[in-house]
């Protein structure tokens, strides 16, 4: 965490792909400076959901990733770039119910096709980018009322 010249407030975490002990830690440190920031609730709420969403798809899909979060006096900006599979059909994995998780992803509750259309519905301006054999970049924009 570090407040640079122009009052952003920027921080930083490692995603481990396949760690479900440490997943959701980057959300919640997310969460954590939101609410100490007196952000508003349901900004929060947003953020937290999307934030955890993306986590979550690095720790299932990917090797590894960051999650960058910059908090301006304008709104927050989240870039969760990883280092994967990536994704051949955007616009496939963009549609609800969409899912490749296996059946042991599933047992633990996840693979309902339903993380990326919720980062996008809870983010004002929401991109994805992805190169197969490479990874995904996930940048979402929340701003301030
Ligand atoms: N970071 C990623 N790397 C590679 N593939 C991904 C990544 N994120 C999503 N996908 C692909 O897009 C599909 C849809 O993702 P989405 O998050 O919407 O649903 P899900 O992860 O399958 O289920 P849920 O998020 O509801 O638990 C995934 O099943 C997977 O095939
Ligand atoms: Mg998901």
């Not at 396949?18 to 959701?24: C, E, L, N, R, S």
């Not at 599979?85 to 059909?89: C, L, M, S």
């Not at 509750?109 to 096709?113: I, L, N, S, Y």
């Given at each position: 965490m570090a407040l640079n010249i122009e009052g952003t407030i920027e921080g930083s975490s490692q995603l481990i792909g396949?760690?479900?002990?440490?997943?959701?830690e980057a959300s919640t440190l997310l969460k954590v400076k939101l609410t100490e920031l007196g952000v508003a609730e349901d900004i929060i709420r947003r953020a937290a959901i999307a934030t955890f969403e993306a986590e979550m798809n690095v720790v299932i899909y990917a090797a590894a990733g960051w999650l960058h979060y910059y908090i301006s006096p304008q709104g927050i900006r989240i870039r969760i770039e990883d280092m994967g599979?990536?994704?051949?059909?955007i616009g496939l994995a963009m549609q609800e119910g969409y899912s490749t998780a296996p059946d042991w992803v599933r047992e633990m509750?996840?693979?309902?096709?339903m993380g990326l259309p919720n980062m996008k519905r809870n983010s004002d301006v929401f991109t994805i980018d992805s190169v197969v054999g490479e990874g995904t970049t996930v940048e979402m924009v929340i701003n301030f009322p």
């Open positions: 396949g760690d479900f002990t440490t997943a959701g599979p990536g994704i051949a059909d509750g996840w693979g309902a096709g």
